[in-house]
């Protein structure tokens, strides 16, 4: 079974920049589907990012394309989500999550889609 450790959050200014780390054990998560998802005080969890399982193509929310950067690393079993230029609306509890099944399309942004998760970092952004 895979286990997900996130790290990385913080607080922080607004414009400043954080990554956040999402350490797999168990498995290799190689083969994995992964996802970034966030979650703000009495709001819906949503997805920020999500990494397709076959070929790495990388997928991201409206709210932060151009802003924040998922990379896997596969010599470390890790994935990261590299944030810059914060605002104060990017405040919530980061999850990283995974399956090994293949998730195409609008699927990707499924919380349902995915399994496995990590407990969460908090990134707190102040204006």
């Known amino acids: 079974q895979v286990q997900l450790v996130e790290s990385g959050g913080g607080l922080v200014q607004a414009g400043d920049s954080l990554k956040l780390s999402c350490a797999a054990s168990?498995?290799?998560?190689?083969?994995?589907?992964m996802a970034w998802f966030r979650q703000a005080p009495g709001k819906e969890r949503e997805c920020v990012a999500a990494?397709?399982?076959?070929?790495?193509?990388?997928y991201y929310a409206d709210s932060v394309k151009g802003r924040f950067t998922f990379s896997r690393d596969n010599g470390k079993n890790a994935v990261y989500l590299q944030m810059d230029s914060l605002k104060p609306e990017d405040t919530a509890v980061y999850y990283c999550?995974?399956?090994?099944?293949?998730?195409?399309?609008?699927?990707?942004?499924?919380?349902?889609?995915?399994?496995?998760w990590g407990q969460g970092t908090q990134v707190t952004v102040s204006s």
């Open positions: 999550a995974a399956t090994s099944t293949l998730v195409l399309g609008a699927a990707l942004f499924r919380d349902l889609e995915y399994g496995l």
């Open positions: 168990g498995r290799t998560i190689s083969s994995y589907t």
């Open positions: 990494i397709r399982r076959s070929g790495g193509r990388t």
